[in-house]
């Protein structure tokens, strides 16, 4: 039976949707994450944003990653210096899997690299109840301002 090409694109869209198991592992790895970064005594957290294709249903299985922004509440540190609090944390947490910086994140990369974590650090710039503005680590040093939902609302 010869397919239509609405047909064979469903299809095709259906291989590269994530899997169920694909979704069930980063669903179980979002809370071991959150957990290990709210139990840091380096830092407190006010809340996390998912910010990336996977949490919003257009990533490609197998390519795709989880970017999570943390936000993180106190004193605003050097960039450098939140970056390597959440390595620390993580690192605590899961310490037989790979946990680096590669700015402006911090890396984690579960089941050997299957299942790759990116957590971004950040401090709300913007006051409560306007859009969140967050100051982010910049891809070679310092802060940058990043507004993820008005992304996302765009």
């Known amino acids: ?15 590269l949707t994530p899997l169920p198991s694909e979704r069930d ?33 257009t990533g490609i299985r197998n390519h795709c990653d989880v970017d999570l922004l943390v936000s993180m509440t106190g004193s605003k540190p050097t960039s450098d210096t939140a970056l390597r609090w959440v390595k620390e944390a993580l690192k605590a947490s899961f310490p037989m899997t790979i946990v680096e910086i590669r700015r402006p994140t911090v ?36 802060w940058m301002s990043s507004a993820p939902t008005a992304h996302l609302d765009y």
Do not use: C, N
């Open 1 to 15: 039976m010869a397919l239509t090409v609405f047909q064979a694109f469903d299809i095709f869209l259906e291989r």
């Open 107 to 142: 890396v984690v990369r579960f089941a050997g690299g299957a299942e790759q974590w990116e957590i971004l650090p950040g401090f709300r710039a913007s006051p409560q109840g306007e859009t969140p503005v967050y100051d982010i680590p910049g891809p070679a040093s310092g």
């Open 25 to 57: 592992a980063k669903a179980r790895h979002r809370l071991s994450v959150e957990t290990s970064l709210k139990g840091s005594a380096s830092f407190g957290v006010h809340r996390f944003r998912e910010t990336g294709s996977f949490g919003h249903g």
